[in-house]
Nanobody
């Protein structure tokens, strides 16, 4: 059974930074794409960033480019999302997800396993 547990969310002022972490247990972590998605109140879940099995490829939503960095440590079965220059519109529940392929994808439907999410609130 695959389990994903996010941490690192919280309240931060606009312009601040946060780093989210996601620890994955279960099947071999290093074989699969990992990603971060988010869902704001009243909105659909949306893609933020994904990283390939070895970290060699990364894909970002336009809203995340230049401000967010996704990384992974396969030895620790952990994926990270470094978020800088946060804006109020980044406020959302952030979800960690694992796909069933090794390559980067951006579709919510392409991800097979999900964490329960961690709340990020950015005040203006």
């Amino acid at each position: 059974q695959v389990q994903l547990v996010e941490s690192g969310g919280g309240l931060v002022q606009a312009g601040g930074s946060l780093t989210l972490s996601c620890v994955v247990s279960g099947r071999t972590f290093s074989n699969y794409v990992m990603g971060w998605f988010r869902q704001a109140p009243g909105k659909e879940r949306e893609f933020v960033a994904t990283i390939s099995w070895n970290g060699g490829s990364r894909l970002y939503a336009d809203s995340a480019k230049g401000r967010f960095t996704i990384s992974r440590d396969n030895a620790k079965s952990t994926v990270y999302l470094q978020m800088d220059n946060l804006k109020p519109e980044d406020t959302a529940v952030y979800y960690c997800a694992r796909g069933n392929t090794a390559i980067v994808v951006s579709s919510v439907r392409a991800m097979a396993y999900w964490g329960k999410g961690t709340l990020v609130t950015v005040s203006s």
